[in-house]
Nanobody, 121 residues
């Protein structure tokens, strides 16, 4: 029922910035957690940042101080502002939206198709 569409990826030089967007659409209850994950070539998918409907955010240590996650609850959209990008940030970035009432009660856990972010030296 939930569809996610990412945008904003691209090629940028080290030290540059990008802003990713992800809009949720369909018939669904508003997600209480939205976030971004990434997967670099040859590596597993890892968490980048998450944000709750109440505005509480969490970041991976590798991006703290450089990335900022935000959301527009009215539009069910989540953003990721990425500053001071490094070559090691190169990956496919995936949007995630989750509706849950606890660790064992999940109504949905949706994923986007991903958007490529490439940071050159």
């Amino acid at each position: 029922q939930v569809q996610l569409a990412e945008s904003g990826g691209g090629l940028v030089q080290a030290g540059g910035s990008l802003r990713l967007s992800c809009a949720a659409s369909g018939s669904f209850f508003s997600p209480n957690v939205m976030g971004w994950y990434r997967q670099a070539p040859g590596k597993t998918r890892e968490l980048v940042a998450t944000i709750t409907s109440g505005g509480n955010s969490n970041y991976a240590d590798t991006v703290k101080g450089r990335f900022t996650i935000s959301r527009d609850n009215a539009k069910n959209t989540v953003f990721l502002q990425m500053n001071s990008l490094k070559p090691e940030d190169t990956a496919v970035y995936y949007c995630n939206a989750k509706k849950a009432y606890g660790p064992s009660i999940t109504m949905y856990d949706a994923w986007g198709q991903g958007t490529q972010v490439t940071v050159s030296s």
